[in-house]
């Protein structure tokens, strides 16, 4: 046996959401949430994060599930996930394969199956990782987040969640609850990772984009990058500088040299600021022409 | 810290264990349950050499706390056998030769079976995608492949 270095804290799995609010009224502080726990169960155990009380989601068991609502008049359909859906369930939805396609792209290239079976789509935005594999799809599909503390709940988009590496600007006692997808039928999306191995690997940079075109024209972009900052990060000058031309080879390229250029990635052990800023143009053609060829 | 009591179903015999939240699975399987055919690797979810099923799902023990079971039912590979009569699934891997050192068996065996409970005759893809969690640093796959082959009756 491994030595639990981590401090130990007390344990409770709330099955209820009222259960859930009195918990956090009465801890003071030092509160953390376990999802799947995938990578919390390891930092708690080195000893890299500690808290006084462990909190388990997974009796909510309202927070798993893919629905769909569709589409009224003069409102668009979405697709409503709940946070603790496994990265597997998201994986072989076929309801995001056909709608959302960079999700369950992404999904399948996260971890091995057996942590894809246990990690979720909320603990793997809340870990705030730069390089969070469903980060850069959900960017790019516009998501927003139902958040829920007992003091209400509120909703943001899912760029405004994360700070800096390991750091959202959720409050202490707040969690994701819902994950939403607005609809948009003509869109091609797509998402690819960059690391030293084919599976199993953290990325160096991952990028998503999604793409709507008219009459040839680009008429909506998106881009997203992780491992390009400190955070996931929208490419907003690659997508301007897109809006409107062709959807051809040579525009993709210049928008990524634009990408790169909008990019701040760190040196860390896995790859150099240097390889990041190599990459990053190579990376967002290939993702954009992905995104292309999924629009017919 | 206060130790919790943990119930679950433990290759199909219901369990209670006390033990502290904290502790994780693969401990509490080796150390308080005797399934010591659970193995430790890499202690981080990348090796896949502690796998067993939680409700038929392959996971790594090692990322699980113990609280985070309460009311699953797991399977190990102690629970493959019955009355001392080996798994066809294990039969295959003997025949196949498909153990060297034996440490990433277990867990082999065991993402091998959440695979053929699902789908009893896979395609190799199929094999290849379901043990891509666990690593051989021994003998390479191909055995092992074949094992699971063999036992899919391909």
């Known amino acids: 046996m491994i030595e639990q270095r981590g401090k ?29 726990g995938t990578d919390l169960a390891v930092d708690l155990r080195t000893g890299k994060k500690s808290c006084a009380h462990l909190v388990d989601l997974k009796g909510l068991t309202e927070l798993q599930g893919i629905a769909e609502t569709a589409a009224e008049e003069g409102k668009k359909g979405e697709i409503c996930i709940g946070s603790l859906t496994s990265i597997h369930q998201l994986e072989i939805n076929p309801l995001l394969q056909e709608k959302a396609a960079a999700l369950p792209e992404a999904a399948c290239q996260l971890g091995s ?43 943001i988009p899912v760029e405004d969640l994360w700070q800096k590496a390991g750091k959202t600007f959720l409050a202490a006692d707040e969690i994701i609850r819902q994950i939403t997808l607005p609809l948009a039928p003509g869109r ?49 000058q690659a997508e301007a500088f897109l809006l409107g031309k062709e959807a051809t080879a040579e525009h993709f390229a210049q928008a990524g040299v634009l990408a790169a250029q909008e990019s701040s990635p760190r040196s860390s052990r896995r790859a150099s600021r240097e390889y990041r800023l190599a990459t990053i143009p190579v990376l967002t053609e290939r993702v954009l022409l992905k995104a292309l060829s999924r629009l017919s | 810290m206060d130790k919790i009591k943990i119930s679950f179903i433990l290759n199909d015999k219901p369990v209670t264990v006390e033990t502290y939240p904290n502790k994780r699975v693969v401990d509490l ?50 629970g493959l056998s019955k009355d001392g009569e080996l798994d066809k699934l294990q039969t295959s891997f003997v025949e196949a030769g498909a153990v060297q050192c034996g440490y990433c068996t277990p867990g082999m065996v065991l993402s091998a079976k959440a695979l053929l409970m699902k789908n009893p005759h896979p395609t190799h893809e199929e094999i290849r995608r379901a043990l891509s969690g666990n690593l051989c640093r021994c003998t390479g796959y191909t055995k092992i492949f074949k094992a699971v082959d063999m036992a899919a009756g391909n």
């Open chain 1, 8 to 36: 130990g804290y007390e344990y409770c799995r709330p099955g209820s959401w009222e259960e859930l609010a009195a918990i956090l009224c009465k801890a003071e502080a030092g509160v953390m949430f376990l999802a799947g």
């Open chain 1, 113 to 155: 199956r057996q942590v894809r079976n246990r990690a979720t789509l909320g603990g793997n935005l809340a870990n705030a990782s730069p390089t969070a594999d469903t980060a850069a799809p959900l960017l790019v599909l516009d998501a927003f987040l139902e958040l829920w503390s007992p003091s209400g709940s509120r909703h």
């Open chain 1, 188 to 236: 091609g999306t797509a998402f690819m990772k960059l690391g030293p191995r084919q599976a199993m690997d953290i990325a160096i940079i991952n990028a998503a984009a999604s793409l709507e075109l008219e009459d040839g024209r680009i008429s909506q972009v998106r881009i997203a990058l992780g491992g390009a900052g400190e955070r996931p990060l929208r490419m907003k």
């Open chain 2, 29 to 78: 399987l080796r150390e308080d349950c005797e399934c010591t055919s659970v193995k430790e690797g890499c202690s981080e979810g990348e090796c896949g050499a502690c796998t067993v099923l939680v409700n038929g799902t392959p996971v790594t023990s090692c990322l699980m706390l113990a609280g985070q079971i309460e009311g699953d039912s797991i399977l190990t590979l102690e």
